[in-house]
């Protein structure tokens, strides 16, 4: 009977509090919002709240819908477990019901606090915030707010096609990342952070989904920084042509003329199909409203939003796409291995020359060039290469991508993370500082690290070695700038 009790006196204290800051009422972290009053669990020094609800549920006729809001309510709500991942194929537990997101919070801290908010990576078809690699309560227990957010996936986030769109739009599952902005603009100072010091990171289709964000008019105010982690930044985006085309023939292949009645199992049957022929047929497209342009153009444009900035990739990214790809990306450039050996005379392997070139044409090089024009424009610009291998990986060459997120999040020993040696995790807690420190000042520099200079025309960079960490004249310089030839 004691919980119980202790349950209901925190209830009874709960409704007496104002809505404006977090309630940790003995073991029970209350946060009040539009919502309903969610009751969160505490591990440690960190409160967590799961599975918040950001929208309505988009099933049924809200499918292929711009984001609803949820209900207003004044239920007190149990935030103990993630809520469902977005559907894909490779999860079981997947649902269509699936817009939450997930707030780690230092207990019994103040506010208001710095906020970070993570978009997930998986090509725009797979990935959840509820992954354990991308738990925050490392992050948190530095003295911010961790948000991350599940958005549609596949052909439920990026299908467009003229009798289900808006507006001519398809991006879904940008939509809802807005929408989880919006929400976290309007309900983070419950659970003690501040909505006008916010942060976004991500990696790969993360981190593409924040640059097209920064370009977003209807973004701007709902965050203050950014971190591009491995954004393709040349990539080119579908036409609505093209992604009508797509949209007519994923639809024609289906059983019934109404998709939305259409049952998942079918959906995603049908999605694995167009993905075998098309492996980026689901993917955020230029629709006139909310994306508008490339990456690349919209930054020569200067159409972002003028904010602080760090963007980098790793030193090896060939994990990003599969051996096929990357011979598509050779071939496509019209670049020869003899020309390879020329631009990277210390490389010896072709498979390595192929990798390392992809990694320079696809993340480095983009990198450099949207640094420098951000900068130009007079926004801080902090920029970066990856290249820590963990001690234990060493003597087993494998793809990069990806890999600096656990030594962001400091995680070990679950899916994606392996054990960290004593200098790993030294390593992790500089880089992590890093990123806490940009989230709180704009300013990645801090006591006892090493001093990480602003991007000067986007040569300047920051290189996170295995040897030591260091901030200085890009070495790869001239390889990228005959690239860009």
Not at 181 to 186: E, N, T
Not at 289 to 298: M, P, Q, W
Request: aromatic share 8%; charged share 20%; net charge negative.
């Amino acid at each position: 009977m004691r919980p119980l009790f202790a349950l209901a006196l925190a209830f009874s204290l709960l409704r007496l509090a104002g809505p404006a800051v977090a309630q940790p009422v003995g073991q029970f972290p209350f946060a009040l919002t539009r919502e309903g009053q969610m009751l969160g669990a505490v591990e440690g020094e960190v409160a967590f709240f799961k599975g918040l609800a950001y929208a309505a549920p988009p099933v049924g006729a809200l499918r292929w819908r711009a984001p609803q809001a949820t209900a207003e309510s004044s239920e007190m709500r149990t935030a103990y477990d993630y809520g469902a991942p977005c559907l894909q194929p490779s999860l079981a537990d997947a649902s269509e019901d699936c817009l939450t997101l997930n707030v780690f919070r230092p207990f019994g801290v103040d506010g208001p606090l710095p906020v970070m908010v993570f978009i997930h990576d998986g090509a725009f078809v797979s990935g959840t915030a509820n992954d354990p690699l991308f738990d925050g309560a490392k992050l948190a227990q530095a003295g911010l707010i961790v948000v991350t957010v599940n958005y549609r996936l596949g052909a439920l986030g990026w299908l467009t096609h003229p009798a289900l769109s808006e507006n001519g739009s398809g991006n879904y599952g940008l939509m809802d990342q807005i929408a989880a902005l919006r929400w976290v603009h309007g309900n983070i100072a419950a659970f003690g952070g501040d909505p006008n010091n916010v942060t976004l990171f991500g990696s790969g289709a993360g981190a593409t989904s924040i640059a097209l964000l920064m370009l977003c008019d209807e973004a701007r105010g709902l965050f203050q920084k950014a971190i591009l982690q491995s954004v393709p930044g040349r990539a080119h985006l579908r036409s609505r042509q093209e992604a009508e085309a797509a949209g007519l023939q994923f639809v024609a292949a289906l059983s019934q003329t109404d998709p939305r009645t259409i049952a998942p199992a079918e959906l995603l049957a049908a999605e694995q199909k167009l993905l075998a022929q098309s492996p980026h047929g689901f993917a955020p497209a230029i629709d006139g409203s909310l994306v508008t342009d490339d990456i690349a153009a919209g930054f020569t444009a200067g159409h972002e939003n003028r904010i602080a900035l760090i963007i980098g990739c790793n030193d090896d990214e060939t994990d990003f796409d599969s051996e096929p790809d990357i011979a598509k990306q050779l071939a496509s450039s019209g670049i020869t291995i003899d020309e390879l050996r020329k631009l990277y005379p210390e490389v010896a392997k072709s498979s390595d020359l192929a990798a390392r070139f992809y990694t320079d044409k696809v993340f480095s090089e983009p990198a450099r060039l949207l640094a420098r024009l951000h900068a130009a424009r007079g926004a801080p610009v902090f920029r970066y290469r990856f290249a820590y291998v963990p001690e234990a990986r060493r003597a087993i060459p494998e793809g990069g991508h990806g890999r600096e997120l656990q030594f962001i999040f400091g995680v070990e020993g679950v899916p994606g993370a392996g054990i960290f040696s004593r200098h790993d995790r030294e390593v992790a807690n500089r880089m992590r500082a890093y990123w806490i420190n940009f989230a709180m000042s704009g300013d990645p520099n801090g006591p006892d690290l090493p001093h990480w200079d602003a991007t000067a025309g986007g040569d300047r960079v920051l290189l996170i070695g295995n040897e030591r960490i260091a901030s200085g004249d890009d070495p790869l310089a001239e390889h990228l700038d005959r690239l860009t030839r």
